[in-house]
Nanobody
Framework: QVHLVESGGGLVQAGESLTLSCAAP????????MGWFRQAPGKQREVVAS???????NYADSVKGRFTISRDNAKNMALLQMNSLKPEDTAVYYC?????????WGQGTQVTVSS
């Protein structure tokens, strides 16, 4: 089965930064979109950021200007640089990849931002 491996979560104070990474198997030749969702307790899962294979990006309004997604298509990797973190960014972040029109997920990584 296709699986995504993600890492980079942790506990930080407001205003600090974290970088999340996500990697798909190198054997996968076509990943249409990579990105992250997040889900806080009691809230619905929301899209945080995504990037297509052609380089087009989308960001949630709440993170635009603070988060930056990048992607290395040859390595099947994506990075999410999160700057100026706020307590409301606290959530489990799930990497997602669209491969042959099917969604695949990472295991999730906890991001906790204290005030």
């Amino acid at each position: 089965q296709v699986h995504l491996v993600e890492s980079g979560g942790g506990l930080v104070q407001a205003g600090e930064s974290l970088t999340l990474s996500c990697a798909a198997p190198r054997s996968i030749s076509s990943i249409e979109t990579m990105g992250w969702f997040r889900q806080a307790p009691g809230k619905q899962r929301e899209v945080v950021a995504s990037m297509t294979s052609g380089g087009s990006t989308n960001y949630a309004d709440s993170v635009k200007g603070r988060f930056t997604i990048s992607r290395d298509n040859a390595k099947n990797m994506a990075l999410l640089q999160m700057n100026s973190l706020k307590p409301e960014d606290t959530a489990v972040y799930y990497c997602n990849a669209l491969i042959y029109s099917l969604n695949y997920w990472g295991q999730g990584t906890q991001v906790t931002v204290s005030s």
